[in-house]
């Protein structure tokens, strides 16, 4: 299922991908009056899983609080929603993007009389930065658009408006011959790229901007942390100046669309020697625990098709005792 066809679930009806339309004068579409989500579902040797598909959901919620927005549809609700939508489209692997935003009523810029509507896309999506991107690394810039000042645009949440901001970085990045762009917060220091998040690794120490860089506090990045430090890296949320990044043994974004994508160079600055062995070891933990070749020690995946997954546990067990 590419973009651009299969079923969309809006307001708890799945519809066909050119019904789910909604009209121009909805508030959303005016006053970018949205929150949302991406999630990834990935195919596991056990079957279809979604990773961190309840982190997801309650991101989405605490975005919806946070713009007065109280959703129709409660933790679980979502969840199913999402499982639901997966499995109409019969997919194996894809991209999740939910969505709560204020529909048609009224068109002041006082959202509260317009109704919450919700829905679901799903469509598959391979590699964000390109498929050569993870092993080659990207070319990326220091962009001169800065993340939202703190009690602006609140940056904890995933709203649909914060990315008019990261459409700013991403133009100028891609138009400068660059493939992302990381922002600094309105004081200088580093915050993140327009739609993922940035690690620095130097002398074996792991370092990420805190959620008070004005950052998404993402959900990889959370996940990151977690990996590495069972790798037994010292990892520090820590204010990291800009001149930090062009000193950096290695770098590399994360994010549920980048997953964990390393950085060749910053400003045509070669990032450290080219040798990037925390990032591999890192990256390879994260996509060992998606594979399957590590326990899911953590709880991160949630089946999709529990009964294929029900079904290859038994062939193995039954191949096991043969
Ligand atoms: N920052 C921004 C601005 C983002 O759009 C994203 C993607 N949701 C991230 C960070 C990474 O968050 P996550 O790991 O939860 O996808």
């Given at each position: 299922m590419s973009f651009g066809s299969g079923r969309v679930w809006m307001n708890g009806r799945l519809v066909d991908w050119k019904d789910a339309?909604?009209?121009?004068?909805?508030?959303?579409?005016?006053?970018?009056?949205?929150?949302?989500?991406?999630?990834?579902?990935?195919?596991?040797p056990k079957g279809s899983a979604?990773?961190?598909?309840?982190?997801?959901?309650?991101?989405?919620?605490?975005?919806?609080?946070?713009?007065?927005?109280?959703?129709?549809?409660?933790?679980?609700?979502?969840?199913?929603?999402?499982?639901?939508?997966?499995?109409?489209?019969?997919?194996?692997?894809?991209?999740i993007r939910p969505l709560m935003y204020r529909g048609y009523s009224q068109l002041g810029v006082n959202p509260l009389p317009c109704p919450i509507d919700t829905a679901v896309l799903v469509w598959e999506w391979g590699a964000y930065l390109g498929d050569d991107a993870t092993e080659k690394g990207v070319d990326v810039c220091v962009s001169s658009w800065n993340r939202a000042a703190p009690n602006t645009f609140p940056a904890a949440a995933k709203s649909t408006a914060n990315y008019?901001?990261?459409?700013?970085?991403?133009?100028?990045?891609?138009?400068?011959?660059?493939?992302?762009g990381i922002a600094l917060d309105t004081l200088g220091y580093v915050s993140e790229g327009s739609g993922q998040n940035l690690f620095?690794?130097?002398?074996?120490?792991?370092?990420?901007?805190?959620?008070?860089?004005?950052?998404?506090?993402?959900?990889?990045?959370?996940?990151?942390?977690?990996?590495?430090?069972?790798?037994?890296?010292?990892?520090?949320?820590?204010?990291?100046p800009r001149e930090l990044l062009y000193l950096a043994d290695e770098a590399f974004f994360c994010g549920t669309a980048v997953e964990v994508t390393p950085i060749r160079s910053i400003d045509k600055v070669a990032i450290g020697s080219g040798r990037r062995p925390v990032t591999e070891a890192i990256r390879q933990t994260f996509f060992d625990i998606i594979n399957g070749e590590l326990p899911d020690t953590h709880g991160w995946l949630t089946?999709?098709?529990?009964?294929?997954?029900?079904?290859?546990?038994?062939?193995?067990?039954?191949?096991?005792a043969r």
């Open positions: 339309t909604i009209h121009v004068a909805s508030h959303v579409v005016h006053y970018g009056t949205g929150v949302f989500e991406g999630a990834r579902c990935y195919q596991t979604c990773f961190r598909l309840d982190a997801h959901v309650a991101r989405l919620l605490d975005s919806g609080k946070i713009y007065r927005m109280e959703s129709p549809m409660d933790q679980g609700a979502w969840e199913t929603a999402i499982l639901e939508t997966i499995r109409a489209n019969s997919l194996k692997a894809c991209y008019a901001n990261s459409t700013l970085i991403k133009m100028q990045a891609v138009l400068d011959g660059y493939a992302e620095i690794v130097r002398r074996n120490v792991v370092y990420t901007p805190p959620v008070h860089s004005s950052i998404l506090g993402g959900i990889t990045r959370d996940s990151i942390i977690t990996i590495a430090r069972g790798l037994g890296y010292d990892v520090r949320e820590e204010v990291l089946f999709v098709y529990p009964d294929e997954a029900h079904l290859r546990e038994r062939s193995a067990e039954a191949a096991r």
